[in-house]
């Protein structure tokens, strides 16, 4: 167990002794991590990490210096904050990089000790068993299954600083996921899939494996369709990765540099009018929900399109400073060796109120895509795209036709524009959460 308590108390002696100009902040991250894979009814690998972190940012006439180390040992933690101070001498002062004002507000009750218990290891193998079995059962031509595995992760955040903050907050996720392979008639196609909630309990073995097996079998016999524009029906787990990928867009750095299709366009109709996106740290179900962001600044719910109208962009202190506004609290230290940036909370596409299944109905003939690949060559400053997808016609007749070895041109701006409908079913993967949409007239090229 990491001495938690005599750190943080050391360190708060550090602070008390901090004066004028100098400003300085100690942040510590404790990861526990669980890791669990069967393959075929074996479990195979079991994992445990147990990581500790400490940043440590000095700020001094606009100057700041930055160091980080991984003990948790007092004389560890202490030549970082020694190193921190040393760099203010060489970097170039910037009048934006200081503390939060926010910083100095209330105060977080700290804690010591396991914060975390390991999962119960007959539990886990129950929802592994689980998994595999309603991979199998989803679909006769399921023949077998891989990597069948359970996630568990607890974060314990801990930032003191010299304004008087002593805050600590505690996040948790979990993960199932299950790759099944169907096979017929000489084909062979693999399914995959995933849910992450913020607690086991949150998850249905039934319901992912079920998917697997459902999408290894709808592909059986897939080949490439004529080009032609079509309707697209995109599931939430498709619409999250476009939001992952787009996500730098609506960032204050992206603006400031002007390096975001979206930059200077605030108050303009720029998706359609059901389209509403929001980045939102206090969100009850969400997994990153928060009291404070990783730099001191209270999260909050930012909307940033409202019916297709831009409402912003999203702020860390910097980039607010530089604005003269306010941080939206999404000061985020995706790794802890770097200083925070703008980063998400949880950041949603909002529900609609149809079904998935009453889309599916209503769009005989449209595409709809299971799986695309290459989401990371989407360009943030243009917001061009090129993916490869797979999935199935919806049925026709009666026939359905399964999909592969297609592409799905477009730009993000025209895809907001084209999402006719919207479904109920907003479900989130890590930071990002969305439902089923429906996007008219996307170009998507086959044979």
């Known amino acids: 167990m990491i001495p938690l308590q005599a750190l943080i108390q050391a360190t708060q002696n550090q602070l008390h002794q901090v004066q004028s100009p100098e400003l300085l902040e100690c942040y510590f ?11 075929q009814g074996q479990l195979e690998n079991v994992e445990r990490k147990n990581n500790f972190g ?40 910037d009048p934006a990089r200081t503390l939060a004002v926010q910083a100095s ?31 199998f059962a989803s679909d006769a031509r399921v023949r077998k299954t891989y990597q069948a595995g359970y996630v568990k992760k607890n974060v314990r955040h801990i930032l003191l600083n010299s304004l008087g903050l002593q805050g600590a907050w505690e996040q948790s996720e979990s993960a199932l996921g299950i790759a099944a392979l169907a096979e017929a008639a000489g084909d062979s196609q693999l399914g995959e899939a995933y849910r992450m909630g ?8 039934e319901v992912v494996g079920r998917e697997a097996g459902y999408k290894a079998a709808k592909l059986l016999g897939a080949a490439a369709v004529p080009t032609r524009r079509r309707a697209v029906i995109f599931p939430p787990a498709v619409v999250t990765g476009f939001l992952e990928a787009v996500f730098p867009a609506w960032t204050a750095e992206a603006w400031q540099r002007q ?25 009850p179900q969400g997994i990153y929900t928060a009291p404070w962001d990783e730099e ?22 910097e980039t607010a400073a530089r ?3 306010q941080s939206t609290g999404n000061g985020q230290r995706m790794n802890f060796s770097a200083p925070p940036s703008v980063g998400p909370t949880n950041f949603r596409m909002l529900p609609g109120s149809e079904s ?15 799986d695309v690949l290459g989401l990371h060559t989407l360009d943030p400053v243009t917001g061009d795209f090129s993916l490869g997808a797979s999935g199935w016609l919806l049925a026709v007749e009666g026939r359905e036709v399964p999909v592969r070895g297609i592409t799905i041109s477009g730009n993000v701006l025209a895809w907001l524009n084209q999402i006719e409908r919207v479904g109920n079913d907003e479900t989130a993967y890590g930071h990002f959460s969305a439902p089923t949409v429906v996007v008219r007239d996307l170009l998507v090229a086959g044979s």
């Open 54 to 93: 400490a940043a440590v940012r000095c700020f001094k006439n606009g100057r700041m210096g930055f160091a980080y180390c991984r003990d948790a040992r007092w004389e560890a933690v202490n030549a970082a904050i020694a190193e921190a101070r040393a760099l203010t001498n060489f970097i170039p002062a």
């Open 323 to 325: 604005a003269q506004t």
């Open 296 to 317: 001191g600044c209270p999260t909050q719910r930012t909307e940033l399109l409202k019916s297709g109208i831009v409402q912003g962009c999203l702020h860390n202190q």
């Open 259 to 283: 390096r975001s299709f979206l930059a200077g366009r605030a108050g303009e109709r720029l998706a359609a009018t059901n389209v509403s996106l929001a980045d939102d740290g206090v969100w």
């Open 356 to 370: 998935p299944e009453s889309l599916l109905r209503a769009y005989p003939g449209a595409l709809y895509a299971a």
């Open 105 to 135: 507000r209330g105060t977080i009750k700290l804690a010591d000790g396991e914060f975390s218990a390991a999962p119960v290891l007959e539990d886990v193998k129950d929802n592994l068993a689980r998994l595999e079995q309603a991979a």
């Open 29 to 39: 991250r404790v990861t526990d991590e669980w890791r669990y894979e069967q393959t």
């Open 198 to 205: 913020k607690t086991s309990a949150e998850l249905s073995p």
